[in-house]
């Protein structure tokens, strides 16, 4: 794939093919705040340390690679939402990282929790989630899927086609409940992200368009059905979103059906959800917004959008996964190998190979996603080299982290750390090549732990029944 962000004139300088947002740290050691979760810092001889615990016992507890969760940081931005969107609801999306104890920290928070397959509802169930606060998504979601949702009684289900709408209210006839559901709609704003997790725009599998009047028609089946609650609409635009530009036409266009709704059927649509996609920072030139800034900005459009309709504000909520966790855990690497590469022009560039790769982080090679790295073991006095981070996959696309300068001495045996680590990192992971799943753990006060355990050979091998 082509990477939108490949270096300009070639110099034989450090930044020589450093892409343009990228500049030579003054101290290769220190860490850039906004990257990381708020209990981590590195101490006087540059090892880094989370809730008091430094990487080299993580390390020697449960080995690398590692997800290292800050917990009591994920906990925050979890509260900080709920109190920043106090009067709404906020439903964590379990799709960036979801384990019984991440589900249990957020309802704690006073969150409800998005799910968007069987096996997301059936971690969310054992951890003992009150159904009210599950929100069922899924733009396929299966018969099992459907009867498992209604027979726990979830507090709602998202539908996403007439295929749908239609196995939903035979199964509910034929288990005789009345599902609470909104109906997802494509508004047409494409986020400012990568195209691929950019969700809103007509041209894409979710959804009902409103611009096609797709949306109106299944407001109207639900509202018809004898045995759907139809509660409201649903839109989420993309992810990585960093102003509110895309909410405000999102919110424009979704209130204005739910008014026609209302005008043509004669009921208000009680509940608008207005997704999640909030961005974070991987890299030094991601500037997110806090949830108060985000709350503000929201409340305001939503307010004068409903007054300019003449409609009641409905109840909101709102569907943020990453923002929540994702700042909160780094991933915890050993270096095995270091290439020094020499490229055109007389500049090179340093192939750092660490012991984990596009199995545990899909996300640079799937869609050229940005990350950041420091050496997490030791201080270094180091001249910075532009370096990139790869895995062990048998794939040239095994990029970790692209660009990123890294001091000139890193070896085999380092420990090598890279932010932002807890969206979409586990929950995308893979066995390629045969490689079990890295463990998630948990830091607090200085204790470890496990939230998932690290796979074992013997656990992939169980699967092998031929
Ligand atoms: C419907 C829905 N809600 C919420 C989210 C969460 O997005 P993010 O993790 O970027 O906040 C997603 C992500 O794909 C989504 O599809």
Redesign the pocket.
Known sequence: MTHIHVAGEIHVDPAARAPHWLSVPDDVNALLPKLWSRNVDKSADGVLEVAGLDVDRIAAAVGTPAYVVDAADLKARAREFAEAFAGWQV?Y?G??FLCTAVARWVVAEGLGV?V?SGGELAVALRAGVDSALIGL?GNNKSEEELRTGLAAGVGRI?VDSFDEIGRLQRLARYLEVRPRVMV?VTTGVEAHTHEF?A?AHEDQK?GFSIAGGQAAEALRACHESDVLDLIGI?S?I????FDTEGFEVAARRTLRLAADFSARCGVALPEL?L??????AYTSSDTPATPAALAGAMRAIVDGECAALGIAVPHLS?????????PSTFALYRVGTVKKVLLDGGSSRLYVAVDGGMSDNIRTALYGAEYSATLASRRSDAPPVLSRVVGKHCEGGDILVRDEFLPADIAPGDLLAVPAAG??SHSMASNYNHVPRPPVVGVEDAEITTLVRRETIDDLLALDVG
């Open positions: 439903y999306a799709k960036s998005d968007c998504h998202i997802r997790i969700t979710f649903h989420h993309g992810s990585q979103i959800d997704g999640g996609g909030f961005g974070i709102i569907e943020p996964g990453r923002a929540i966790s994702g969206a979409y």
